[in-house]
């Protein structure tokens, strides 16, 4: 074999493999570290996680189209999603409220159309009124087509109480199974 040959085989293979990776990483799964500690005890900084992008469906790259999913968002799930703010940031936070329903947040609990929500991953969690959309005493409408998030670090995570909703079609998926640091190795709830 020449030695431009065996170059080109180098070239070919690392193209594949490339727009392989790409593929996957749009469709299937993605990797992410968390930045901060708004989601402690559940993450921690530092941890880094794999996104299911296929239980919802993921979105086709450069358009607000979402293939068909597994099965819909719930009330609980850790989804990842681009922060409507800053769409260059990604933010990870505990789904709470859907579209057309109400939140309010009274005495540390959630409330979602006037009940106590009996949501497991939250039930255990104290959640302060903080920001225009977690006052004492208000319940928030969610707009359709959104969804209201929360940090699982009530009293130092910056999520909808503070600027409000995300839309659906920013989700991109759920947090599943945090890979590393290796003490860490689980499936996440």
Do not use: C
Request: net charge positive; aromatic share 14%; no cysteine.
């Amino acid at each position: 074999m020449d030695k431009k040959a065996v170059i080109r085989e180098w070239v070919e293979s690392l193209v594949i493999a490339f727009l392989l990776a790409m593929f996957i990483r749009a469709f299937f799964i993605q990797a992410f570290k968390i930045p901060s500690g708004s989601m402690r005890m559940t993450l921690i900084e530092g941890d880094r996680l794999m996104v299911n992008k296929l239980r919802y469906g993921p979105l086709v790259p450069l358009t607000k189209y979402r293939l068909p999913g597994f099965s819909k968002f719930k009330r609980g799930d850790i989804i990842v999603f681009i922060f409507p703010a800053d769409r260059k940031r990604d933010f990870i936070k505990r789904l709470i409220a859907f579209g057309g329903e109400t939140v309010e947040i009274k005495g540390g609990d959630i409330y979602i159309n006037g009940r106590l929500t009996e949501t497991p991953q939250t039930k255990d969690i104290y959640y302060y009124n903080r920001g225009t959309y977690g006052e004492e005493g208000k319940a928030t409408r969610v707009p359709a087509g959104q969804v209201f998030v929360l940090g699982d670090n009530s009293a130092s995570s910056h999520d909808s109480r503070y600027w409000g909703f995300v839309p659906e079609e920013n989700i991109i998926g759920e947090a599943e199974f945090i890979y590393w640091p290796f003490s860490r190795v689980r499936f996440i709830k």
